[in-house]
Antibody, heavy 117, light 107 residues
Framework: QVQLVQSGAEVKKPGASVKLSCKAS????????IHWVRQAPGQRLEWMGW????????RYSQKFQGRVTITRDTSATTGYMELKNLRSEDTAVYYC??????????WGLGTLVTVSS | DIQMTQSPSTLSVSVGDRVTITCRASQSISSWLAWYQQKPGKAPKLLIY???SLETGVPSRFSGSGSGTEFTLTISSLQPDDFATYFCQQYNSYPWTFGQGTKVEIK
């Protein structure tokens, strides 16, 4: 069955970077895009960007442009999301999700990132 | 960015009740709308896509309707497993945006 297994919780200081992983299994990795979505405490879900796992093309939300980089390793069937220059407002649960024809049909369990001095 | 507004924010209901949740878009999104269910500590689950198409494996008591700017998620007879938070998401244009969520709780 399709699974997206995300890396463990992170605690970072302001100004640092974090790189999260999302290991995919149960399907042909290169056939679907992977999206990253985050949810800060008490806030709605927020779309960050996606990567075409086949050709590596990416698209980012303007809000995160310049701070976020989404990559993938096809041999490891893993997607990555790096967020730089962290601030306290970046404290959130970060989800990866598979794109199936434009909708997010499978999600990981999420990774909690806490940014605190 | 397209703003998505759900109502109500919270619903207190009983098992067997009919539940209706509304999602409004700040501009037309045609039928490019999805509904998800989320339970605490679990991954969101896709219920409905393209406004009214039921995802494989989702019980038929869930249905979606609407187009343009107004959409509805209906649960025909609420079951114990349905107590959760539901949110809508538009994928008509980037950035994709989500509603703030509707929590369905036990009355």
């Amino acid at each position: 069955q399709v699974q997206l297994v995300q890396s463990g919780a992170e605690v970072k200081k302001p100004g640092a970077s974090v790189k999260l992983s999302c290991k995919a299994s149960g399907y042909t990795f290169t056939r679907n895009a992977i999206h990253w979505v985050r949810q800060a405490p008490g806030q709605r879900l927020e779309w960050m960007g996606w990567i075409n796992a086949g050709n590596g093309n990416t698209r980012y939300s303007q809000k995160f442009q310049g701070r976020v980089t989404i990559t993938r390793d096809t041999s490891a069937t893993t997607g990555y999301m790096e967020l730089k220059n962290l601030r306290s407002e970046d404290t959130a649960v970060y989800y990866c999700a598979r794109d199936d024809g434009g909708t997010l049909d499978k999600w990981g369990l999420g990774t909690l990132v806490t940014v605190s001095s | 960015d397209i703003q998505m507004t759900q109502s109500p924010s919270t619903l207190s209901v009983s098992v067997g009740d009919r539940v209706t949740i509304t999602c409004r878009a700040s501009q037309s999104i045609s039928s490019w709308l999805a509904w998800y269910q989320q339970k605490p500590g679990k991954a969101p689950k896709l219920l409905i896509y393209k406004a009214s198409s039921l995802e494989t494996g989702v019980p038929s008591r869930f249905s979606g309707s609407g187009s343009g700017t107004e959409f509805t998620l209906t649960i025909s007879s609420l079951q114990p497993d349905d107590f959760a938070t539901y949110f809508c998401q538009q994928y008509n244009s980037y950035p994709w945006t989500f509603g703030q969520g509707t929590k369905v709780e036990i009355k």
